[in-house]
């Protein structure tokens, strides 16, 4: 039966710990010079909307190791471009790859694409959702703390798609996350609920970034404009000046704390360049683990 994942309640508990398990295993294995799963037969597409440099690359460079191959497409590449539906893209594309990547705006194209496809469909950014992100995250801290037991997380700034694929990630595997946002950039508010409905009450909204992160061992970030919001970007600048994660910011929170932020950075606006290349930071540790954990991901949907 194929598997997609689109956002990481497409996933359970279980299912989340394997992947982190074998993301470990593979990495291991690789950096051991042994061999990795074969998926020499395989080809990987990835249809991309949106420009990328950790996904694309990781995700390519994942099924090179795994002894495949990928395609990259954009819509301009495709008939999409010239209307196209995508049910028939997926259908087409189902009968020549073996997965297929997708980054994209609206969550609801990713789900069309996986209704119509026959193969595994993989969300690798939308508007609402990034789960390779927040998944290789967790395998970052799993490697770093040795296990995810009694994790606490801060999330620091806008409320966007990383922070949602966070609270799903809270949300299925029951550690505590706080969020810390300016009024009116929240996350979405259906996804915090249903997130608490879900797990119950480890989910805190807190208005004082000060306060969230004296509770947590991990400070999360991300840009305050992200694609699409460009034209917001100087008024976003003013609002969210009291939430950039700087050396201040670090006072109020253990002095071990991790510091985390997916990339690209704006150095100076939600992250300071002292934080971001300071003893605490963990980020570029980040960056390769995405090729590690989808490197896993891939192993186990095309196995």
Partial sequence: MKRDLLTILDLSEDEIYRLLNLAKELKNRWKAGEKLPDCSRKTLGLLFEKPSTRTRISFQVA???LGGQAIYMTPQDTQLSRDETLADTARVLSRYLDALVVRTFGQNVVEELAKHSTIPVINGLTDS?????VLSDLFTLAEKRGNLDDLKVAWVGDGNNVAHSWINAAARLGFKLWISCPEGYWPREEIIENARNLEGKN????PDPREAVSQTEVINTDVWASMGQEAEAKKRREVFRPFQ???ELLRFAPENVYVMHCLPAHRGEEITDEVIDGPNSIVFDQAENRMHFQIALLAWLLS
């Fill in 129 to 133: 959702y990034h789960p390779c992100q």
């Fill in 63 to 65: 099924i090179y190791r």
């Fill in 245 to 247: 994660v700087n050396q």
């Fill in 203 to 206: 989910i805190f909204l807190v």
